[in-house]
Structure formats: C-alpha cells, structure tokens
C-alpha cells in the first residue's frame, strides 16, 4: 500500500472519487490511502466532497498560495511522510524545495503550462484545434513530478487517455462529460503506481511544430483572457460527480 497526500484547490470531484475507491471493495482498497489533504483555498468546494467522503476533518489542511508554499507544505508533509503527494485539480506551482523532497503526482487534461486549469484547458484545445484546421482528440494523463521537471505539467506520464471532444461541445460541456474519466485516469494511474504495473511515457504532444506552438500559445492567451480567475468558471458543480 501507498500513501498520498492529496493537494486540492478546485471542485475536488477527482479527489472525491479517490477516497471513495480507497474503501472496502473499491479499486484502490489496499493499494493506497489518503492519509491527509491539502487545500490552497478555505472556501474550496473540495474541502466539503472530501468530508461527504467520510474523511477525517482534523487531516484537512489549508494553506495561503499568496504566500510562500514550502513553509506550510513541508510541516505537513514531514507529520505524515507520504510516498506520494498527489496533486488533483491543484492550482498553484508547487515549490521546488517540496518536489526536491517528496515523489509527487499530478493530474491533467490538454495543453499544460502556466495559466492552464479549469475551462481554459478545453477552451485551449478548442480553439487550437479550429486553428489548425484539425480535430486532435484532447489528453487526459496522470504523470511524476520531478526536480529535472518541476515546471507546470511536466514529467513523464503514468497513464495517458486521448478523448474527441464533440461536434458544437461546449468547453462547459465538455468539461462535464470528461470529468468521469479523468476520475478514472487518475485512479488506474495511482492503481498502476501502488502495484509498481507501468511504463512510463512521454508528455503528450499537442502542438507538433513551431508554427503550432505559436497557435498554441494564441490559444492559452484566448482562453486565460475569456476566463478569468473566477471560482464559478473554474468549479465542477457537484451534479457532475
């Protein structure tokens, strides 16, 4: 068995889905425990899934991202030494003195990079997509943090799955019917880890050439200025757990 501590920031309908599969009978029985979780926002929807999920409130922690991480993370880090801190749906760029410390796993869907969370992923890869004239199916991935790699959404990829996105989907849509398999990624990914049954992978290409990369890079700008740091954009409503 492995055990995470989970860091949050969002909606938490991953993080929910986890704990659920941590219980008797579940996919992850045995194989990993949460033993604590980590929010970067009180008000966070995620703070209240992972309580309906039966988890111990007194292992909620929440810290201050306007401020400097590591201090608050290591603390907590170093009461619960995990095998693994687990990032799912977590906002913020997680310090190098953390990764440097702990083996960490992060969770993503599309074009990575900084400003990529919430609808911007999606919207990104829409508009990236009508750029090149081309539909290019969107990856949904689990993939180590790492020292070499610490940079947003780097590293190599546990378990990756490449979904369409349909004909006059909505990133709103869109965001809601992908929602249950990126549950499912991340917890095949964290099975995979816990019995030591992978091969990593590569990061997933998006834009193949330097023209692409341009497009691409118009595409993130789009979608940060279309959605701004709004929690009510940002966050799953619970109907779509």
């Known amino acids: 068995m492995i055990e995470t501590v989970n860091f949050i920031s969002g909606s938490g309908t991953t993080n929910f889905a986890v704990l659920e599969t941590e219980k008797s009978g579940g996919i992850l029985d045995g194989l990993v425990k949460t033993v604590a979780i980590i929010s970067s926002d009180p008000e966070a929807p995620a703070i209240e899934r992972a309580k309906d999920a039966g988890f111990d409130k007194k292992k909620i922690f929440t810290v201050d991202p306007t ?4 201090s608050q993370l290591l603390p907590i880090l170093d009461k619960y030494h995990p ?3 687990v990032q799912l749906g977590w906002f913020p760029r997680t310090p190098d003195e953390v990764i440097k410390k702990y083996k ?3 969770q993503h869907l599309g074009p990575g990079g900084k400003w990529m969370y919430g609808l911007r992923r999606i919207h990104t890869h829409m508009k990236f997509c009508e750029m090149i004239k081309e539909q290019r199916p969107i990856p949904i991935f689990s993939h180590l943090i ?3 790699k610490s940079n947003y959404d780097e ?4 378990y990756v799955r490449w979904e369409k996105l349909l004909k006059n989907e ?9 929602a249950p398999i990126e549950h499912a990624v991340q917890i ?4 995979r880890l816990a019995l030591g049954d992978y091969k990593l992978q590569s990061s997933p290409i998006i834009a193949r050439t330097a023209k692409e990369e341009e497009q691409l890079l118009k595409a993130k700008t789009e979608a940060k200025d279309k959605y701004p740091p709004n929690k009510k954009l940002l966050y799953l409503p619970a109907s779509t757990e």
């Open 67 to 70: 401020k400097e991480l590591a």
């Open 83 to 85: 095998d693994f801190f």
């Open 104 to 106: 960490g796993v992060n």
């Open 146 to 148: 790492t020292p070499e």
């Open 155 to 158: 590293g190599d990829v546990l």
């Open 170 to 178: 909505s990133p709103e849509q869109a965001q809601a019917r992908l």
């Open 188 to 191: 095949e990914a964290l099975r």
